[in-house]
């Protein structure tokens, strides 16, 4: 099984800051790396495909980097409506994983 | 516009077997995709159960594989989840998605329901 392991765990961040949020695979998974968004009481949201690519209505400040075993989501200029809880997810291997997940808070 | 719904029973008791169906609208799951489900118990993260082809094709976690059956109706435009022997820790909101295949390989989910709510307890 590859685990994902995001760091941190919980960010609190004011608005207009830059957000880097990391996420580390036990093993190589080229870029078949995918993250969503997930707000309180909502299904999860795709933001990123394939570490780098954005999803179609996603905004622009959203986006995401790495290859191999490192990832990172960076929110550019962070508003107020992104405050969730963000998951990396792997599809290198047909074990489907997610990562813990990283709550943003908004100072 | 793609829409998935799941619905299901919402309390099951322990031991007994959970079932869900995700109904799809605004598009024919015969037409492509694989369909999986995920859930998420209170408080944690996400856990892939398993997905489906419209021809039946299926990939199941292996840690939940000996009680997953995952089925797909075509002419009805759905497909469905059974989770036997349930305990109490498989209370958790159930998600049904479409999954993108990409060069054989089940990659992301790019459409999600609303999930539901399963409380396993007696």
């Known amino acids: 099984e590859i685990v994902l392991t995001q760091s941190p765990d919980f960010q609190s961040v004011t608005p207009k800051e830059k957000v880097t949020i990391t996420c580390r695979a036990s093993?190589?998974?080229?870029?078949?790396l995918h993250w969503y968004q997930q707000k309180p009481d909502q299904s999860p949201k795709l933001l990123i495909k394939?570490?780098?690519q954005s999803f179609s209505g996603v905004p622009s400040r959203f986006s995401g980097s790495g290859s191999g075993t490192d990832f990172t989501l960076t929110i550019n200029s962070l508003e107020a409506e992104d405050a969730a809880t963000y998951y990396c997810?792997?599809?290198?291997?047909?074990?489907?994983?997610f990562g813990g997940g990283t709550k943003v808070e908004i100072k | 516009q793609v829409q998935l719904q799941e619905s299901g029973p919402g309390l099951v008791k322990p031991s007994e077997t959970l079932s869900l169906t995700c109904a799809v609208s605004?598009?024919?799951?015969?037409?492509?995709?694989?369909w999986g489900w995920i859930r998420q118990p209170p408080g944690k993260g996400l856990e892939w159960i398993g997905s489906?082809?419209?021809?039946?094709?299926?990939y199941y976690n292996p840690s939940l594989k000996s009680r997953v059956t995952i089925s797909v109706d075509t002419s009805k435009n759905q497909f469905s989840l059974k989770l036997s022997s349930v305990t109490a820790a498989d209370t958790a909101v159930y998600y049904c998605?479409?999954?993108?295949?990409?060069?054989?390989?089940?990659?992301?989910?790019?459409?999600w329901g609303k999930g539901t709510t399963v409380t396993v307890s007696s």
């Open positions: 998605a479409r999954q993108v295949l990409w060069f054989g390989e089940l990659s992301y989910m790019d459409v």
């Open positions: 605004g598009y024919s799951i015969s037409s492509g995709y694989y």
């Open positions: 489906i082809y419209h021809s039946g094709s299926t």
């Open positions: 093993q190589s998974i080229g870029s078949s």
């Open positions: 394939y570490a780098s």
């Open positions: 997810h792997q599809s290198s291997s047909f074990l489907l994983t």
